[in-house]
């Protein structure tokens, strides 16, 4: 093998990849507007946008991670965030949360999504084990830390009804752990796996989530 060859996944421990993912999360939400900064139609749209990927698509992408493990510890803990979302009603959830703030998502703010969406429902469909689990972990870690910040512009927006925020700034955290474990198990199995095509799902959501808050 050339000493110039793509890095591999067993060349990686978990520690690492997590570090990796942890640095795109931090640049994230460096980069969030200030939510005193905005007006009430941007804060609307984030909210809309945010609405309009998560309320059809993340019980999608958690089944096609489901789907593509190869090992019993990550199907496990896959479907328990599965049996989660499902028997709360996380979708719903999200629906009220977004007609509290005023910010159901229009055909403008689906179709402002649309591409970066695209891409990260056909990586999903590549059903690729070990990026796959990267990416719902970094986006299950994204999400924990981006709760308060999604809160206070509902508050903005006149809104009372937090129990979206409120569950999800807890239970992400359980999640994100679980989800690195089940990425043990993957690595375990996996055969080797390029960097670039490790963190492609990452690259591709940190793009859509991008185009959520940044793009006003």
């Given at each position: 093998?050339?000493?110039?060859?793509?890095?591999?996944?067993?060349?990686?421990?978990?520690?690492?990849?997590?570090?990796?993912?942890?640095?795109?999360?931090?640049?994230?939400?460096?980069?969030?507007?200030?939510?005193?900064?905005?007006?009430?139609?941007?804060?609307r749209g984030i909210?809309?946008?945010?609405?309009?990927?998560?309320?059809?698509?993340?019980?999608?992408?958690?089944?096609?991670?489901?789907?593509?493990?190869?090992?019993?510890?990550?199907?496990?803990?896959?479907?328990?965030?599965?049996?989660?979302?499902?028997?709360?009603?996380?979708?719903?959830?999200?629906?009220?949360?977004?007609?509290?703030?005023?910010?159901?998502?229009?055909?403008?703010?689906?179709?402002?999504?649309?591409?970066?969406?695209?891409?990260?429902?056909?990586?999903?469909?590549?059903?690729?084990?070990?990026?796959?689990?990267?990416?719902?972990?970094?986006?299950?870690?994204?999400?924990?830390?981006?709760?308060?910040?999604?809160?206070?512009?509902?508050?903005?927006?006149?809104?009372?009804?937090m129990e979206y925020?409120?569950?999800?700034?807890?239970?992400?955290?359980?999640?994100?752990?679980?989800?690195?474990?089940?990425?043990?198990?993957?690595?375990?199995?996996?055969?080797?796996?390029?960097?670039?095509?490790?963190?492609?799902?990452?690259?591709?959501?940190?793009?859509?989530?991008?185009?959520?808050?940044?793009?006003?």
């Open positions: 093998m050339s000493s110039t060859s793509s890095p591999r996944v067993q060349e990686q421990p978990v520690a690492r990849i997590q570090e990796q993912v942890e640095r795109v999360i931090e640049d994230l939400l460096a980069s969030l507007p200030k939510t005193d900064q905005l007006s009430a139609e941007q804060r909210i809309a946008r945010y609405t309009a990927v998560l309320e059809g698509n993340f019980i999608y992408w958690m089944t096609g991670a489901y789907i593509a493990a190869g090992s019993d510890e990550a199907r496990a803990k896959i479907m328990d965030n599965l049996r989660e979302e499902v028997r709360d009603c996380h979708p719903g959830m999200m629906r009220r949360f977004a007609i509290a703030a005023q910010a159901i998502p229009t055909d403008a703010d689906a179709q402002a999504v649309y591409r970066n969406l695209m891409n990260v429902r056909l990586f999903i469909g590549q059903l690729s084990p070990v990026p796959i689990v990267v990416t719902m972990a970094f986006f299950e870690g994204f999400i924990q830390r981006f709760m308060p910040y999604l809160a206070d512009l509902a508050r903005r927006q006149g809104s009372a009804d925020t409120d569950v999800h700034g807890v239970c992400d955290i359980t999640h994100t752990q679980e989800l690195f474990r089940a990425l043990d198990a993957e690595v375990a199995l996996a055969r080797p796996v390029p960097e670039k095509d490790m963190f492609e799902g990452v690259e591709l959501l940190r793009k859509l989530i991008h185009n959520i808050v940044v793009d006003n």
